[in-house]
T-cell receptor, first 115, second 115 residues
């Protein structure tokens, strides 16, 4: 089955440590996204990538970094500079650009808790 | 830059009541509009979308939404809700003239249905 795999599902880290969340898709989609979901704040865009080796900052990119070395992979690193990293992180992908036929597909998410 | 506002944070209804969830966006150009739903423990999934044409769009599970350009609104409606509609609902906007691949979500509305 085609889809998006996020790992790990749950992650606990100590304050000050960097952590990398994995996102892999086998949908052959061009664009990939990272969102952060917090109660009462909805989904906020961290980074997105339209093609390999290119990515753009979203609305809350500070304290995060990404890479897009392969079409199917878009890992997110939560650095120690992120002031409030505890959250639910969602990865998504899109074939081409938004159209009547193309919409976002989401992964199951990764819940990061910083102790 | 585009933004989305959902003013209803938590809505509580009884079964068979009618539903309307508000969504307003801020962007003066062409927009693509979406409603996504997140049922408890499940992935985010598309409920309906508007790209062009008839401003009244119908989605899955009896939901519909009306695009009113003059009001910058895309409210979600359902004439008679069921207990199974308990979920969180997110409105989202894409501005293809500004950034073809960027999509911004609102803060979400939690819907609770009393059996």
């Amino acid at each position: 089955d085609g889809g998006i795999t996020q790992s790990p599902k749950y992650l606990f880290r100590k304050e000050g440590q960097n952590v990398t969340l994995s996102c892999e898709q086998n949908l052959n989609h061009d664009a990939m996204y990272w969102y952060r979901q917090d109660p009462g704040q909805g989904l906020r865009l961290i980074y997105y990538s339209q093609i390999v080796n290119d990515f753009q900052k979203g609305d809350i990119a500070e304290g995060y970094s990404v890479s897009r070395e392969k079409k199917e992979s878009f890992p997110l690193t939560v650095t120690s500079a992120q002031k409030n990293p505890t959250a639910f992180y969602l990865c998504a992908s899109l074939q081409g650009v938004f159209s009547g036929a193309n919409v976002l597909t989401f992964g199951a998410g990764s819940r990061l808790t910083v102790l | 830059a585009q933004s989305v506002s959902q003013h209803n944070h938590h809505v509580i209804l009884s079964e068979a009541a009618s539903l309307e969830l508000g969504c307003n966006y801020s962007y003066g150009g062409t927009v693509n509009l979406f409603w996504y739903v997140q049922y408890p423990g499940q992935h985010l999934q598309l409920l309906l979308k508007y790209f062009s044409g008839d401003p009244l769009v119908k989605g899955i599970k009896g939901f519909e939404a009306e695009f009113i350009k003059s009001k910058f609104s895309f409210n979600l409606r359902k004439p008679s809700v069921q207990w199974s509609d308990t979920a969180e609902y997110f409105c989202a906007v894409n501005a293809p003239d500004s950034s073809a691949s960027k999509i911004i979500f609102g803060s979400g509305t939690r819907l609770s249905i009393r059996p």
